[in-house]
């Protein structure tokens, strides 16, 4: 086939989210068979991190696959077609090879003909940087549609007898898609990282297994991440009272309830899709946006906040109008 150029875009005044798509693995792992393989009790892991379920996929439901299916459902949403996609961004972690990487596969299984595709690995605070790459993309003409896709398979990094990963992390893709706007509805990112903690979260050669020093990194989510909360607030012209939802990322329970708590907007909705879910890395926020919008909970044009956080240690947050 031969390659098809791509005009160029205009520059823009800003961009906004135009479609949401998900895909959830139709396996859903119990509390009961979670904690029978890590040697704890179905309730201790309820206490600890809030889970009550959690979904892993099969053996055909890989990264790609799982990313093509969110990536349909959000050109539908969007009532795009596969030619209105410049750049396809996917944010993962969980590659089983670092090459080839995955965006290209997904963007030609999509059928986006020529498309720019990269790979964003932040680890769990990947959709929120791939998100402000889109939104840069768009605005300053090198693209007009960029399609974001997160997707995960962490199923395959933890080992099911390791109390401090097995029980937590899970598998599933979400996808956005970004275009153009008028007037900016994805607003400037505060991000940033702290390499001096990067051995908190690993995973080890040896074993081939992630690694986390759970406590720590409960420390450091609570005590560190506010500074980053109010900055994408002010990058977007808000307090944060005036926010409608926050969308983090779905780690843990305690931490998702102790940011909110510290936030403490009046009618500010909350994302806990982790008690479903569990924790699926950087598909973990698109995915409770998209379940939030599902449940008519968040509406058009509401501010929500998204803000991704884990390995590296990254960071990443930014207000968005909710399409």
Same mark, same amino acid.
């Given at each position: ?25 139709? $396996? ?61 961004? @996917? ?14 596969? +997904? ?6 003909? !020529?498309?720019?595709?990269?790979? +964003? ?43 401090? $990963? ?72 808000? $307090? ?21 708590? !510290? ?6 909705? $909350? ?15 698109? @995915? ?15 501010? +929500? @906040? ?18």
């Amino acid at each position: 086939m031969a390659l098809v150029a791509l005009n160029g875009a205009s520059p823009q005044p800003g961009s906004r989210i135009v479609g949401l798509g998900a895909y959830r693995p139709a $396996t859903a792992v119990s509390n009961q068979t979670a904690a029978a393989a890590a040697g704890v009790d179905a309730q201790w892991i309820v206490q600890r991190v809030g889970i009550q379920e959690r979904r892993h996929a099969t053996a055909s439901e890989s990264v790609v696959a799982m990313a093509v299916e969110a990536g349909d459902k959000a050109l539908a949403d969007a009532g795009a077609g596969v030619d209105d996609v410049d750049v396809v961004i @996917l944010a993962t972690c969980s590659m089983p090879s670092p090459m080839p990487n995955g965006a290209a596969s +997904v963007a030609a299984r999509l059928g986006c003909r !020529a498309a720019a595709g990269f790979d +964003v690995n932040a680890a769990c605070s990947g959709f929120s940087h791939a998100l402000a790459v889109a939104d840069a993309l768009v605005r300053a003409g090198s693209a007009r549609n960029v399609l974001v896709v997160a997707s995960e398979r962490m199923s395959d990094w933890v080992s099911a007898q390791d109390r401090n $990963t097995g029980p937590i992390f899970a598998d599933g893709a979400a996808a956005a898609l970004i275009g153009p706007a008028q007037h900016p509805a994805v607003f400037p990112v505060a991000w940033g990282s702290d390499g001096h903690q990067a051995d908190l979260i690993t995973i080890r050669p040896q074993t081939g297994h992630m690694e986390m020093a759970g406590r720590k990194v409960f420390r450091w989510t609570t005590s560190a991440l506010m500074p980053v909360v109010e900055a994408a607030c002010r990058n977007a012209g808000i $307090t944060p009272n005036e926010l409608k939802a926050f969308v983090p990322h779905q780690a843990n329970l305690r931490i998702i309830s102790s940011l909110a708590e !510290a936030i403490g907007a009046p009618g500010m909705v $909350t994302a806990t899709d982790v008690v479903s879910s569990g924790n699926a890395c950087a598909a973990s926020v698109p @995915l409770a946006f998209h379940a939030l919008r599902q449940s008519g909970r968040i509406h058009s044009g509401d501010r +929500v @906040l998204l803000f991704g956080f884990g390995a590296g240690l990254t960071y990443a947050a930014q207000v968005v109008l909710a399409p």
